[in-house]
């Protein structure tokens, strides 16, 4: 089992061993799993081309890792424990015993149906237990799976499933969310009208009952295991196998595919789990996010399953049937360790104290929060009213391609500062440089987040393009990744995450490219052209604001609108709809034709007033008419 730092002194040792011996550093912790081949060498890298290798020539199985070493010593122990979206519908508790079988189960499925490794299995199911069963039945038999969250659209799907070239599609007939009922498999029935060539089967959940249409490639998930042995010997997989395939939103073109490897991913996801939420043997950790986001991969199924902990699952949403639902489940299971979203905490704080007040949260030990920066008063109302004001809270800052928590208070041991990410993990030295590249002095500074060092669970290429994995994250700055964050460090060495500097909005949580919702507007045969901006939202963090250039006779007007999230939503899917929407006679260029998104982000976030010299605009008279028009919506 991997070391777990407790105290700040022990944290200042492992981080300074972190780099000083890196290769020491890491082969402890990889010694603490199994192996059925050791590696060779810890790692080899260069970030040019980019080429980054860990524990090369080790031979193991993230599953083997998972469930079966941990079936001697908690076997009946809880491993998944999962809440439905209907509070009245019964838990599911799954014991690592069962969990293992059904693993094996539903991985000897897959087999019976030609998958092998390394051919791609794409997920787009409900939050359900089978959907982490049908993760690890992939990694299991070395097949590279790639979860694709629910919420996402038809041709969204398609041209993930296209991208990655899936043989197979796992799903379900329905997904309960909320007060919605949603036909997922109608979606995939979509999808498969788009495109999706590669698929030759369609495996189905029979999860809410309802109606599907049936082809030729569909088979239920029931037939599908029927008469399958809960025995499936794990495929050997080397450290550099990919395990997994995970898409995820750029400032140009399409979402890209992140990739993972086995042995790399393994080791951090364990690592950074026990050390960040400081698990303890029996504590309930129960992390919000969707499996379809790396979240839900690193700290839903992986980390927690590595680290032998009962790991929750809930299928609804934070409000449903009311604002008290997160914390009525905290009470009822006796969570520890809770770990959601600065989206979700503000939605919760402005629904009223008194739905976290009716419950008994006295059993939470750790509060967690990712995905965008937390605001003050966010943290402030999450560490008084959740915390009680006596709770740690971990504000983890981290990335789709990190793979794992980078930066992050660990719980209870470093001290802690609202909005603040504070201090490196072990193993991770992120710097600060300036436009130029170079890097700031240690100390206090304001700059671009780039990482010098690899770490285990980095990206290691995009799927089917790995000069986009070179152009976007090492070509910026020699020598280095470059996250696409700006940031702040005190004096101290606390970092402070300011945002994205580059095109990509973060709403609810949810990473988005302006460029991607762009070309989904302009797909609507009235749209000219558009520009999309993110600006402060004061629940979903940012919102979307799109300006738009259309035909004649397209107006301002709620039809207008509600046309342009039509085809936002059949492009992308509901989270990518504009929450405002105006339509402009131009937009603001530069004499070269750039669109200049300064401008126009300065307008939507309300700061009009603050542009500075337009003149050497194109077309500086615009900007008036659209500041002019801008308050209205
Ligand atoms: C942002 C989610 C501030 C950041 C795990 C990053 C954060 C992007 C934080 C990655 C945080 C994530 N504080 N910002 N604690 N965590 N971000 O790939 O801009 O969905 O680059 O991974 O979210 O989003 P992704």
């Avoid at 009962?310 to 049937?321: A, N, Q, W």
């Avoid at 560490?383 to 504000?395: Q, R």
């Amino acid at each position: 089992m991997t070391l777990r730092i407790t105290t700040k002194e022990e944290y200042q040792l492992a981080y300074e061993k972190s780099v000083s011996s890196p290769r020491t550093f890491w082969a402890e912790q990889a010694d603490t799993f199994e192996w059925f081949e050791k590696y060779k060498e810890v790692v080899e890298w260069e970030f040019d081309t980019p080429s980054v290798k860990w524990f090369i020539g080790g031979k193991t199985n993230i599953t083997v890792n998972c469930l079966d070493r941990h079936l001697k010593g908690r076997g009946e122990q809880t491993a998944i424990l999962w809440e439905a979206n209907d509070p009245n519908a019964e838990s599911i508790s799954l014991s690592y015993k069962e969990l293992h079988s059904r693993v094996c189960q539903f991985a000897n499925a897959l087999k019976a149906q030609g998958v092998g490794k390394g051919d791609r299995v794409v997920l787009y199911m409900p939050m359900v237990v089978e959907l982490a069963i049908a993760t690890l039945a992939c990694a299991r038999i070395g097949a590279i799976h790639s979860v694709v969250f629910a919420g996402f659209s038809a041709s969204a799907l398609a041209s993930r499933v296209d991208d990655a070239t899936a043989k197979v599609i796992l799903t379900a007939d329905g997904n309960n969310r909320g007060k919605k009922h949603i036909p997922v498999k109608s979606i995939v029935d979509d999808a498969l009208k788009l495109g999706c060539k590669s698929v030759e089967r369609v495996i189905v959940l029979n999860n809410t009952g309802l109606d599907v249409t049936w082809g030729d490639r569909d088979l239920w998930w029931s037939d599908a295991i029927k008469g399958q042995s809960i025995q499936c010997s794990p495929e050997p997989m080397d450290s550099e196998d990919p395990l997994f395939i995970l898409y995820t939103s750029g400032s140009t073109g399409k979402p890209k595919g992140v990739v993972h490897t086995c042995g790399g991913y393994m080791v951090y996801a364990e690592y950074s789990f026990k050390n960040v939420f400081q698990y303890e043997e029996k504590d309930i950790y129960w992390c919000t996010a969707d499996i379809g986001w790396i979240t839900g991969h690193t700290y839903i199924v992986y980390g927690p399953l590595l680290a032998g902990a009962t790991s929750m699952m809930f299928e609804g949403v934070p409000t449903f049937p009311d604002a008290g639902r997160f914390w009525q489940i905290c009470d009822k299971h006796n969570v520890n360790i809770f770990y959601t979203a600065p989206t979700a905490i503000r939605a919760l704080m402005a629904c009223g104290d008194e739905w976290v007040e009716k419950y008994d949260l006295s059993s939470l030990k750790v509060l967690g929060s990712v995905g965008e920066p937390i605001n003050e008063e966010a943290w402030q109302w999450y560490s008084e009213k959740v915390g009680k004001g006596i709770l740690p809270i971990v504000d983890t800052w981290w990335q789709t391609e990190t793979g794992g928590i980078m930066i992050s208070p660990l719980a209870g041991i470093t001290d802690t500062i609202p909005s603040y990410a504070t201090l490196p993990l072990p193993g991770i030295q992120p710097c600060l440089v300036d436009a130029e590249g170079i890097e700031q002095p240690a100390g206090e500074a304001e700059g671009l987040l780039c990482i010098k060092h690899p770490w285990p669970s980095m990206l290691r290429t995009t799927w089917g393009d790995h000069q986009r994995c070179q152009l976007t994250y090492f070509s910026a700055f020699k020598g280095m990744y470059f996250t696409g964050d700006g940031a702040r460090r005190n004096a101290d060495g606390a970092y402070r995450i300011l945002g994205r500097v580059d095109d990509v909005m973060n709403v609810s949580g949810h990473r988005l490219g302006t460029a991607e919702v762009e070309n989904a507007i302009n797909e609507h045969e009235a749209v000219i052209e558009s520009a999309v901006v993110g600006y402060p939202h004061d629940i979903k963090g940012q919102g979307i604001f799109a300006y738009v250039i259309c035909k004649d006779g397209a107006a301002n007007d709620p039809e207008f609108k509600a046309a342009i999230n039509k085809v936002v939503v059949k492009e992308i899917g509901p989270i990518a709809k504009p929450d405002k929407l105006l339509v402009v006679p131009a937009l603001p260029k530069t004499r070269s034709g750039k669109i200049m998104r300064r401008i126009l982000r300065k307008i939507a976030a309300g700061e009009g007033d603050q542009l500075g010299d337009v003149s050497t605009l194109l077309n500086p008279e615009i900007v008036e008419t659209i500041k002019s028009h801008a308050a209205d919506v």
